[in-house]
């Protein structure tokens, strides 16, 4: 099976999901979606998987699949929880880091600049995933970075889609700056404070957030 053809139909659901197309409780009639995007039932199956890990989607067996849209209070809690997680990650990766892995992350940032000047919020946040699983790694911590990665595949939606606020990108872009400078000075409690930040998604931008998933809810 394709497995990216499944991302790519999860993603689209995703968007009908934010956009209010699917509201909360709505069941997902396979058999109209997989005519919709012209494919067979089982990569859609395996969309709907993928949407179940990261809580968009209830599947119930022999009833199907469900949308549900987390409240705000269980959205902040699991962003808080993440945020702290990262900030662990960024603390000891501070300490632990290879040379290699700063280049690393400084080749992700050049790259999240290139979807910045593009206009392009989905390869910006592929290249932002790409540089938090870099720093997950660096902690070394295996334990902390399957724990943090898991945290962030649940959150993924809800990351990508804040990153379609206007000015949100460009100031995502200054605060990995932050952090790669934070990393590359050994800075630990630094390194900790600006992921920690970085990740709550902090005043105005996280409230429009929450008023985008509330206004879809009441549609």
Known sequence: MDLRLADNIAQELEELIFDGTFSDGDRLDEVKLAEQFGV???????????LALSGLVDLIPRRGAFVRQPGPVELMEMFEVMAE??????????M????????????ANARCQQAVDAGDPDTY?????RFHRIIYKQS??????????KLHRRLKPFRRQQLRFRGRMAQSM???QDIVRALEDGL???TANALRSHVAVQGEKFHN???SLKNTAER
Do not use: K, W
């Open 96 to 107: 632990r880091i290879s040379e290699e892995a700063l280049e690393d992350l400084t080749d």
């Open 125 to 129: 946040y592929l290249e932002n995933e």
């Open 85 to 94: 997680l990262e900030a662990v990650c960024g603390r000891l990766a501070a």
């Open 40 to 50: 067979s039932r089982t990569p859609l199956r395996e969309a709907f998987q993928r």
């Open 140 to 149: 070394g911590n295996s334990f902390l970075e399957q724990e943090a990665s």
């Open 188 to 190: 630990a409690d630094d």
């Open 174 to 176: 200054s605060e990995h």
């Open 209 to 211: 957030l929450m008023a």
